[in-house]
């Protein structure tokens, strides 16, 4: 076993603890034309029928060839699904629904700004479009299969066709949040060993039209310093045949690829036959240590995988008009913007900007305009559109028959809000516990079967078995009220392969605490760890109490605190930082910074700030803290450790608890009146 890592403020210590709530139950409507209503669903996927019962996902696919073996768990814990089956992610996306479905549209693309047209992308033009782009990846940028490329696109509908051009040819695509700065970018191009990077030049957030390519040419010359020469940048049109950009094109470097695709017109590829267990993306997220892992995710698993649980979770039918308000660049669009829901014939809505741009009626305007019935986004969102438009929803002629939840805990208040007022008592709500490591949902309820219950997730969708340990490894069994560890007894097909390049790092992380066997080949000895705290009710409902690791979830999304500990120690003056997360109103956390200073530094408002650009420099935006404070000395053990737990209680106005034993317990004081007073 590695050493345990001693956590000393996370955010399941800082949870919101509420009580149960009452069962809300699905309309007869909802159930009547509901994808899963037979209850049999959850015997057919039962422990004793794994892991056979994924076939049934499986089999939403068409795959060239047919596999021979459902799980392979030789190399545990990289366990590899349908080993044998040969299939395409972009054939199953696109190609195959032209048949019944052509004319109708498969991505709605609606900009920001309310003055452009919005762009229906039918299946026909999908196939037209995505066609095009592979034949210009293959042979203008000659990728082929099993290269990485990196993608730092916001949300266009380009994004979608990148993707699955990609796809088209078995390349592992590497999509990097749009928001991320190029530091960030580049930390992914060297760590994928990308040559090629693909970008946009510009794009609207909140009524600008923002310079997006000064973000590629940062991210290409610091990936050249860190040894990874990226040699063509192929560069998006927001608005095809002119350039929205100030920084220059650089020659015999930078492409732009709507003049490109014009000696590609009409020009198709033929789809790759990849081995299921191929990957077809990496996904970047934070962990406990230092830099970002690269989740690898597997073709053929992950597909299936995303396409039951949007046909049964999300209860997609090719008639309805599904809008996830998540990004793209977060695994929650891949798996459910664009990979589950095309793979079932879905039209899916792709919006460019912020959900309250010009104001806070946008999003239900859009529902109205294009008859969204499926609306899914996160908590953060729903109380920032609840504060600043409580009553915007009845305005709009829109009607919801399901609605989705995900990212982090939702408070039950906000839950009411979002079923009374949004889904105006008609939908049915899931709360979709999962994470980009998981590819698909672990915990939600099937709308048209059970029952919901605000701000709890649910319990283990089909096939998926939670299990809660205490830090001795002991079962905590469901209604006795005590958190703990939660795991996933089992490993399903959408769970990612390993960590790109750093399979140590992903036994360690996710298995080896709770591994029962380190030599053992059975998939019953490696329960997946994934980071959470968690109380199982005695009706089996889990409620997520935050991560236990020193992880933040901000708006949704994590950030690792030694990330943005490392960018704070860039600043020159800076002599140690410390991360902690703090309750924030709308974004649910939001992470409180620490900095003292080397000798002969004074703080100033000057260095505050030198801290702050640095953190928006090295990651981007979303990781800015509430506050950079700049103390005399942290709070430290007599062995020097930094006390996170003291540093946290004060951030969230909560006792310090005993500070006696500390080598400096004074300074816990004048922090205390520092934070108290601003
Ligand atoms: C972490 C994963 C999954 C896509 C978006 C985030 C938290 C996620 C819920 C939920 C309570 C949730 C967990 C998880 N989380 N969904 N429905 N209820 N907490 O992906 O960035 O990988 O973050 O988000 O703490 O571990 P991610």
Not at 152 to 165: N, Y
Not at 224 to 234: A, S, T
Not at 343 to 359: K, Q
Not at 577 to 595: C, F, S, W
Request: with cysteine.
């Amino acid at each position: 076993m590695a050493e345990k890592e001693v956590v000393e403020t996370s955010e399941a210590q800082i949870a919101v603890h509420w009580q149960e709530e009452k069962y809300i139950y699905p309309s007869t409507e909802f159930i009547a034309q509901a994808n899963m209503t037979d209850k049999t669903i959850f015997d057919r996927f039962s422990l004793d029928n794994f892991p056979n019962c994924f076939k049934e996902y499986a089999d939403m696919l068409t795959w060239y060839e047919y596999w021979h073996t459902t799980l392979d768990t030789s190399d545990a814990p990289c366990f590899k699904w349908f080993v044998g089956g040969k299939i395409n992610a972009s054939y199953n996306c696109v190609d195959r629904h032209l048949k019944e479905y052509k004319n109708k549209a498969a991505i709605h693309f609606v900009p920001e700004p309310e003055n452009e047209k919005i762009e229906h992308i039918t299946y026909q033009e999908l196939y037209a479009r995505v066609n095009e782009m592979a034949a210009l990846l293959r042979d203008f940028a000659g990728l082929k299969r099993g290269d990485r490329v990196t993608l730092h696109l916001p949300m266009t509908a380009e994004l979608p066709i990148t993707m699955l051009a990609c796809a088209r040819l078995g390349v592992i695509h590497s999509q990097v949040f749009g928001g991320f700065s190029g530091k960030a970018c580049a930390d992914r191009i060297v760590d994928s060993g990308s040559r090629v990077l693909i970008t946009i030049d510009a794009y609207y957030r909140g009524g600008a039209l923002l310079d997006h390519k000064e973000k590629a040419d940062e991210a290409v010359a610091a990936a050249e310093k860190d040894g990874q020469k990226v040699d063509k940048v192929l560069v998006w049109q927001r608005y095809p045949g002119k350039y929205s950009a100030k920084t220059p094109v650089k020659d015999g470097r930078d492409y732009f690829v709507n003049d490109l695709l014009k000696g590609y017109y009409g020009a198709r590829v033929e789809p790759e036959r990849m081995d299921a267990a191929d990957p077809l993306f990496l996904m970047y997220t934070s962990g406990t240590t230092g830099k970002p892992k690269g989740c690898q995710h597997s073709t053929g698993g992950y597909l299936a995988y995303t396409a039951g649980t949007s046909k049964y979770v999300q209860d997609i039918h090719p008639t309805d008009v599904y809008w996830c308000m998540a990004d793209i660049g977060w695994i929650t669009g891949h798996s459910y913007i664009v990979y589950g829901p095309l793979a079932i014939a879905a039209s899916s809505v792709v919006y460019e900007g912020i959900p309250n741009y010009p104001d806070p009626g946008r999003p239900w305007r859009i529902a109205q305009e294009l008859d969204v019935n499926i609306f899914h986004t996160a908590p953060t969102a729903i109380r920032a559109l609840r504060k600043i438009g409580p009553d915007e929803p009845k305005k709009y002629n829109y009607h919801f028959k399901h609605m989705t939840t995900v990212g982090e805990p939702i408070e039950p208040e906000v839950w009411k809000w979002y079923y009374e007022v949004v889904g105006k008592g008609e939908a049915a709500i899931v709360d979709t516990w999962w994470q980009t490591e998981t590819g698909g949902f672990l915990c939600s309820t099937l709308p048209a079967l059970a029952p919901m219950k605000p701000g709890s997730a649910g319990p283990g969708v089909p096939g998926i078995h939670p299990i809660v340990y205490d830090d001795e490894g002991n079962v905590v069994e469901p209604g006795t009220g005590k958190a703990g560890n939660i795991c996933i007894q089992n490993p399903w097909p959408g769970a990612f392969q390993t960590i790109w390049g750093d399979r140590d790092r992903y036994v360690r992380q996710y298995y080896e605490r709770y591994c029962k066997n380190p030599d053992s080949k059975d998939w019953r000895d490696w329960p997946y760890m994934t980071g959470d705290a968690a109380v199982v009710a005695a009706d089996g409902y889990v409620r997520i109490l935050g991560r236990i690791d020193d992880v933040i979830n901000v708006s949704g999304h994590r950030l690792g605190t030694k990330e943005i500990e490392s960018a704070a120690l860039v600043v020159e003056e800076v002599a140690e930082a410390a991360v902690v997360p703090v309750a924030h109103e709308i974004k649910g956390r939001e992470p409180d910074l620490y900095v003292s200073l080397k000798p002969g530094y004074q703080a100033s408002a000057e260095i505050e700030k030198k801290v702050m650009d640095a953190i928006v420099s090295e990651i981007g935006k979303i990781a800015k803290p509430r506050h950079v404070w700049i103390v005399p000395d942290m709070p430290k053990t007599r062995s020097g450790k930094i006390m996170r737990r003291v540093l946290g209680a004060l951030s969230n106005k909560q006792p310090e608890g005993d500070v006696t034993t500390l080598a400096n317990p004074e300074i816990v004081e004048q922090i205390k009146e520092m934070v108290t007073k601003a």
